[in-house]
């Protein structure tokens, strides 16, 4: 109760700040509530911001397919992770939205475009997560199983993974956020069919459309919201199966 009534104390300041700020030509409150509802009656901008939520879920599960792999052998076998490290620190500093133009030449400008950059983004806080998770793993327990003869594969099913699981749904709620962000960057720049950054992008060239543009931010951060909630759950049902009280 006490997050709720401080959440909704949040939204109140903000609603309250926007308001203070129409003085100045920004759209107040009223307005951008006005508008957001116009457009949760709109076919085509739901249409808009179900096709951000598609491609970004995609970016996530092309991201969980490599990432947690990859995180998993990284964290069982530090030898490779010392290699792979300078490669990783190389790689992860790099702005996604930096990798539009030859991401275009390689995937065209359609969905693969969106959701491999989306994935690219996401792949980095799963793939820490997974391997840190990985590393924490009960060394006993591990030197164990290969006492008694388990092969490498089995001891990664058996104490490995389960280890990661939750470290790896704490990833995934981070890289909804970030999911989100980068699809909705690549669609004001990169263009496309459907998705809010296209819609923004379309509204940018109107008069008279801050208060829908607002609006339209508000739709996708409660987007976001609805996603992380889910996410919540989905960490609370990892943790009941494969946390420390269930093994």
């Known amino acids: 109760m006490r997050r709720v009534l401080l959440g909704a104390a949040g939204f109140l300041l903000l609603g309250l700040a926007l308001q203070a700020a129409a003085a100045a030509g920004v759209p107040g409150a009223s307005d951008v509530l006005r508008a957001g509802m116009d457009l949760g009656s709109d076919p085509g901008f739901l249409t808009h911001l179900a096709g951000t939520a598609g491609t970004a879920l995609l970016g996530v599960l092309i991201a969980l397919a490599l990432a947690v792999p990859a995180g998993l052998a990284l964290g069982c076998l ?5 290699h792979a490290r300078v490669v990783i620190e190389f790689a992860r500093p790099v702005p996604s939205l ?131 909630r889910l996410l919540v759950l989905a960490e609370r049902t990892a943790l009941r199966r494969f946390g420390p009280a269930a093994r």
């Not at 530090?78 to 010392?82: D, G, K």
């Not at 058996?158 to 280890?163: A, E, G, I, M």
């Not at 990661?164 to 749904?169: E, G, R």
């Open 78 to 82: 530090p030898a490779l992770e010392r």
């Open 98 to 228: 930096a990798l539009i133009p030859p991401a275009i030449l390689i995937l065209g400008p359609g969905l693969p475009l969106r959701a491999g950059l989306a994935a690219y983004a996401c792949a980095w806080p799963i793939l820490f997560n997974a391997l840190y998770g990985a590393r924490s793993a009960d060394p006993v327990a591990v030197d164990t199983l290969r006492a008694f003869g388990f092969a490498f594969p089995s001891i990664v099913a058996r104490l490995h993974l389960p280890s990661a699981v939750p470290y790896v749904v704490t990833g995934v709620r981070h890289a909804v956020a970030v999911a989100l962000i980068v699809t909705v960057g690549t669609e004001l720049l990169a263009g496309g069919s459907a998705g809010v950054g296209t819609f923004l992008r379309d509204l940018a060239g109107g008069p008279g459309n801050r208060a829908a543009m607002l609006a339209a931010a508000v739709w996708t951060g409660a987007l976001g919201l609805a996603l992380s």
